[in-house]
């Protein structure tokens, strides 16, 4: 049977007995229905696995006992900033859960000309709040240690503006270069930028050129938004990072 992978908000190195989180808790006890002396995995962002056992479980809590913890490192060589202009209905959650699998170490959901999505504050908060579970659970799924960091929503003109070492990518219909013709890739990693499912406005492609960015092709065809991202970054991932 495979030993549940489970994340604990807080650090684990040094404890001996840890008190699982509310959301760990109610997973552990009430849908994979684990009782005391079960074994489960923890893990804290610090790229570390912690080997541990139930040590109570009830209603209320549940408390593990840490047995041994080790360096596991599954984090890809190559850094990736997707900047996703948030999509309707699932297809940003889906696309969150799927980067993270890929690798991605963090995504920024941004404001476009044409992004078909309405959010007022309050449902700010709740969406950010619900896209990070989202990539936590994800990296339960997918053995990742660290948990990629879900930035508030920016708009794309601010987010391409932001300086860093990264290579700047855009993908484009009608750009010149596929990815496997780029050169090599700065060891600060890629920042991606995917549209919405409108795609870019002239303008903004305009200000994504004045801003450094590189256009690259992604075959012949036209590609939906959450399509685009999980292509984009695989194929980076195939020629230039861990797959």
């Known amino acids: 049977m495979r030993i549940p992978r489970i994340y604990h908000p807080e650090p684990l190195k040094g404890q001996s007995i840890c008190q699982l989180s509310e959301d760990a808790a109610n997973h552990v006890g009430r849908v994979l229905r684990m009782n005391q002396g079960d074994q489960i995995t923890l893990f804290d962002g610090s790229n570390h696995i912690f080997h541990a056992v139930l040590k109570s479980v009830s209603k209320k809590q549940i408390e593990a006992e840490i047995l041994s913890s080790e360096l596991d490192d599954r984090e890809s060589h190559l850094p990736i900033h997707l900047g996703q202009v948030i999509s309707r209905g699932d297809r940003m959650e889906f696309t969150i859960q799927k ?41 339960e799924q997918c053995g990742r240690n660290v948990i990629p960091e879900i930035r508030p929503i920016m708009k ?40 919405s499912e409108g795609g870019l406005s002239a303008e903004e492609i305009a200000m994504t050129e004045s801003e450094g960015f590189t256009e690259v092709l992604l075959g012949k065809r036209v590609l939906r938004t959450e399509t685009a991202s999980l292509a984009a970054i695989t194929a980076l991932q195939v020629c230039f990072g861990d797959l």
């Open 99 to 139: 980067s993270v699998e890929l690798g991605v170490t963090t995504i920024t959901p941004l404001w476009s000309e044409r992004c078909g999505v309405k959010l007022d504050g309050e449902r700010q908060d709740k969406k950010l709040q619900q896209w990070q579970k989202i990539a936590i659970a994800a990296c």
């Open 156 to 195: 794309l003109t601010d987010w391409c503006k932001e300086q860093d070492a990264m290579l700047k990518l855009n993908l484009h219909p009608r750009a010149k270069y596929s990815i496997r013709q780029l050169p090599n890739i700065p060891a600060q990693g890629v920042r991606l930028l995917i549209g």
